[in-house]
């Protein structure tokens, strides 16, 4: 019989950039944020911003886990000029807080529970 070795499935995030360049990154759902997912998604966020700082709308609602080198990296998004987390449960903000803890961030990052707000902090507070 086979070995499990994980149970949770890592998954590749969902990215697009909005019309008002906020770029979304959306985490599925009961996926772990691997080191293998934060590089391509790192990847991924430098090419749609042109390699140009740009804010980042994350969304972690509902993902599994997050491994330590994905929460650097995200402290380290040099392309980023403000990431905005948004969870949902206090699972999400807990994860968010390993996140905020990480390592000192190249930009502002704020978690919130409320999409609208967090859209609100980059437009307002973080203009590209």
């Known amino acids: 019989m086979g070995r499990v070795v994980d149970a949770v499935h890592a998954a590749a995030a969902d990215i697009s950039r909005s019309g008002d360049g906020i770029i979304s990154v959306d985490l599925p759902r009961g996926a772990a944020f691997t080191d293998e ?31 330590r080198m994905a929460r650097s990296m995200l402290g380290r ?25 990480a390592e000192p961030s190249e930009c502002p990052v704020r978690y919130f529970d409320s999409e609208p707000q967090a859209l609100e902090w980059l437009e307002r507070d973080n203009a590209a």
């Open 37 to 67: 997912v934060a590089v391509s998604t790192s990847t991924r966020l430098q090419v749609l911003s042109g390699g140009k700082p740009c804010r980042v709308l994350m969304r972690l609602k509902g993902v599994a886990s997050i491994s």
């Open 77 to 101: 998004q040099t392309n980023a000029s403000a990431i905005a987390l948004v969870g949902e449960s206090p699972v999400d903000r807990v994860i968010a807080n390993f996140v905020l803890g």
